[in-house]
């Protein structure tokens, strides 16, 4: 298991807080704890084996430690009593010196919290690949195919929070349901399976459909249900329907036959043939 150090600490906590010795050591018990559920419920066996291996100065190191801090941080920090400046914070140590306000302290836990986000994204896009993509871990971190690294990074918007993170959720939710309804579980599963693999052929095949999806989820947040009858829906139609060796799992399920059910024809040639008079 790496070891995480005071100056990890330091440099994971978001711009502006620079810690002092004493919050280190009260904060160092949540790290340790924080470190092993991330080994456990994210990492599993295949990531800690590239955490641990791979060099200080990568990404996937990086961000893991920058996780694991900023988590521990949040699990604690109100409990002590953090006095804030402009260059960082401490704990009180005397009566004369009175502790942080709670709108400080709020505004700092908003900016940790969309740090730690951010830190994940990080770490889950960097830990894509074809051995920890087909573990439990990377099931439950990797759940739709609109991610979190593509909301806060993808499309070039730095002003997102935590909360519209949040906000978020039930537009990805439905979304995606709807997806499945009209592409099958089957297909969108192995597309996501794809991803979490980092599949480079499979991905260069569904990269169109990923990123499309992704627009469908943006449109479902502003304009709901009426996304499916967008023109950008009916695009997504066309490439699965228009595509059958890259969507070869869809024309096998239920999804493709209830997309494809002929509608009754009341023909004197039909054994259903209905006599009107």
């Not at 402009?86 to 502790?99: L, R, Y």
């Not at 569904?206 to 449109?219: E, I, P, S, T």
């Not at 023909?267 to 009107?276: H, R, V, Y």
Request: charged share 25%; aromatic share 12%.
């Amino acid at each position: 298991m790496i070891a995480i150090l005071k100056e990890d600490f330091e440099r994971s906590l978001p711009v502006g807080a620079s810690a002092h010795d004493e919050v280190f050591e009260a904060v160092y018990p949540a790290i340790e704890a924080a470190l092993n559920n991330y080994y456990d419920m994210l990492l599993g066996e295949p990531g800690a084996q590239r955490v641990e291996s791979t060099d200080e100065s990568e990404p996937l190191k990086y961000y893991f430690k920058m996780l694991v801090c900023v988590d521990a941080f949040l699990s604690v920090f109100r409990q002590l009593d953090l006095v804030l400046t402009s260059t960082g914070f401490g704990i009180v140590s005397n009566d004369t010196i009175s502790p942080a306000s709670k709108q400080r302290v709020d505004a700092l836990e908003a900016q940790l919290r969309t740090a730690q986000c951010r830190a994940r994204a990080m770490v889950v896009q960097q830990l894509r690949s074809e051995e920890w993509g087909v573990t439990e871990q990377a099931q439950n971190f990797v759940r739709h195919i609109y991610t979190e690294h593509y909301f806060f990074f993808a499309q070039g918007i730095q002003s997102r929070s935590y909360k519209d993170w949040e906000a978020m959720q039930r537009a990805i939710s439905e979304a995606e349901e709807q997806l499945r309804v009209r592409f099958s579980d089957e297909q969108i599963d192995d597309v996501l399976k794809a991803y979490r693999c980092k599949d480079k052929k499979n991905m260069a095949e569904y990269g169109g459909f990923v990123q499309l999806a992704r627009d469908f989820v943006d449109l479902w947040a502003a304009d709901g249900d009426g996304a499916l009858h967008s023109a950008l829906f009916r695009r997504m139609e066309r490439l699965v329907e228009g595509n059958p060796e890259t969507f070869c799992i869809y024309p096998t399920t239920t999804a493709y036959s209830s997309a494809h059910m002929l509608t009754f024809s009341n023909k004197k040639e039909s054994s259903a043939f209905l006599f009107n008079g």
